[in-house]
């Protein structure tokens, strides 16, 4: 069956230190979508990617629609305090509609 | 400024007494979604409306139902919820079709339930 990887599953890290992150799929996607998720909270769109090859930035965050349209990234810059949380990679594949399918999370702790 | 809003936010609920967690939106999109999310997991679909057409996923519980009157409400219904079924859950809307590019979904802060 189709398969979405995301990786790694947590990250510690030092403020100020830059943040990557990726999602692998078996198939190919036609969207690529980025979340962040904090405790308690419903998830937070943070960037939406549409075409191969596209890298779209929104202030520290950056990110990346595969040229194989099967994997992206999200790079976030100069980290701080409050980039804490858990980070969903979504995609939908060709065939699934208008379903998405998730990416397991990758926990992100920021220490100051 | 246009939302997606859940209500409540928390719900306690007793093992096998139904409960229905609501979602409204004002950003007048045409698909509306349940998730159900467990701790430290994905979200994971229950189902969705298109327009006036439900979607079940083929893994729901027959004990999770879900009703969408208008375009701006949308209801879960557990009918008897089980010790399992405490979770955040979570409603999505999303505007697909016509020219729409992709399918940027848009969350509600969640409900969390708890089964006694």
């Known amino acids: 069956g189709q398969q979405l990887n995301q990786s790694p599953q947590s990250m510690f890290i030092q403020e100020g230190e830059d943040v990557s992150m990726n999602c692998t799929s078996s198939?190919?996607?036609?969207?690529w979508l980025w979340y962040k998720q904090d405790p308690g909270e419903g998830p937070v769109l943070l960037i939406a990617l549409y075409k191969a090859g596209e890298l779209t930035s929104n202030g520290r965050l950056t990110a990346q629609f595969g040229i194989t349209r099967k994997d992206s990234f999200l790079n976030i810059s100069a980290s701080i305090p409050s980039d804490v949380g858990i980070y969903f990679c979504a995609g939908q594949w060709e065939t699934s509609g208008s379903r998405l399918t998730f990416g397991e999370g990758t926990q992100l702790t920021v220490n100051p | 400024d246009a939302m997606v809003i859940q209500n409540p936010r928390y719900q306690v609920t007793q093992f096998g007494k139904p409960v229905t967690l609501s979602c409204s939106q004002t950003?007048?999109?045409?698909?509306m979604y349940w998730y159900q999310q467990k701790s430290s997991q994905a979200p994971k679909l229950l189902f969705h409306?298109?327009?006036?057409?439900?979607?079940n996923e083929a893994d729901t519980p027959d004990n999770f139902q879900s009703r969408r009157p208008n375009t701006s409400f949308c209801f879960l219904d557990i009918r008897s919820p089980g010790l399992g079924d405490a979770a955040m859950y979570l409603c999505?809307?999303?505007?697909?079709?016509?020219?729409?590019?992709?399918?940027?979904?848009?969350f509600g802060p969640g409900t969390r339930l708890t089964v006694l």
């Open positions: 198939s190919i996607f036609n969207t």
């Open positions: 950003l007048n999109h045409n698909v």
């Open positions: 409306y298109y327009d006036k057409d439900f979607n």
């Open positions: 999505a809307t999303s505007r697909v079709g016509g020219a729409v590019l992709g399918n940027e979904q848009f």
